[in-house]
């Protein structure tokens, strides 16, 4: 039989963590984030990542793993996840993957593994000259499949298909037979309640010092260029701090980019409900 892990997902601001916490001191779990940027250190409050205090002594893995000035793949979180959920299993707790990411989540569920592509910078300058748009209709002429499942605002991302389309004639996804057997719990609210929250929770962070947060992380090295690909809060708070845009159109922005984000997690999570 297959080992069995739990896996929460779901929209932003629906409290996949607080409730992953509540299942795991009741079952004995250990959690395994499923979240692209709260593998970086130091991207705390934008990213919502569990304090300490939160997490009620319950084990938490791939939180703070590298430093944001670097990249980290999905290729390399299903090696960790893996080895992750093997450790767990082998100390007979219950593996709980626990995120909003969903490109990680697949990468796990469904056994997936992707080739390593050099990077070809060349092209990646070529592509770095072109608007969203032109990246986001190359894709969909390129690979129209891969553009189903991207973040089509992180221009990262797509150039990045992009440069492995052109290495590997699309973007391969190497799917083997299930390793788990999952168990998914998808949590969401009605569109108006889930409203409210990204709300609340956007004026929490701001108070927390997500806008000091994000100003240090630029002193310490990470340039503006890179917390823009970061997307969201980052990308929204360094354009504050550059004094592109107002404090009030920040807000008003980064709601609106929040709400579409969302969107696309329903999107890519309906096949789990």
């Known amino acids: 039989m297959k080992p ?33 940027r709260q593998v970086y250190k130091g991207m705390d409050i934008g990213s919502g990542k569990i304090t300490k205090k939160e997490m009620k002594n319950v084990p938490h893995h791939l939180l ?8 980290y793949t999905v290729a390399q979180f299903k090696i960790a996840a893996d080895k992750i959920i093997e450790d767990i299993l082998k ?10 990411t969903g490109f990680y989540i697949d990468a796990v569920v469904k056994n997936i593994t992707f080739p390593e592509v050099k990077p070809n910078q060349k092209l ?11 990246l986001i209709k190359m894709l969909e002429k390129l690979d129209p499949e891969r553009l189903k499942t991207i973040d089509i605002d992180n221009k990262v991302r ?32 009605k569109n108006e309640i889930l409203k409210k929250r990204i709300h609340t929770r956007l004026l929490k962070r701001i108070r927390q010092g997500m806008i ?10 990470v340039t503006w260029k890179r917390l823009f690909e970061f997307g969201l809060e980052y990308r929204y708070v360094s ?18 980019a929040i709400w579409h984000f969302v969107r696309r997690q329903r999107m890519w999570f309906k096949r789990y409900k």
């Open 212 to 221: 000091n947060e994000v100003e240090n992380l630029h002193k310490n090295r």
């Open 64 to 71: 703070d793993v590298v430093s944001p000035k670097t990249r």
């Open 124 to 134: 990646r300058n070529d592509l770095e000259k072109k608007s969203l748009l032109q």
């Open 158 to 189: 797509l150039i990045r298909a992009i440069e492995i389309v052109k290495a590997l004639g699309k973007v391969p996804k190497l799917i083997s037979k299930p390793k788990y057997n999952a168990k998914i719990i998808y949590l969401d609210f």
């Open 91 to 100: 100390r007979k707790k219950v593996p709980i993957l626990c995120g909003g």
């Open 4 to 36: 069995k892990i739990i896996v929460i997902c779901g929209p932003t601001a629906t409290g996949k963590s607080d409730y992953a916490v509540k299942l795991a001191k009741k079952i004995g779990g250990e959690i395994i984030s499923a979240d692209s």
């Open 239 to 256: 354009l504050f701090l550059q004094k592109k845009i107002t404090k009030e159109k920040m807000i008003l922005e980064l709601e609106t």
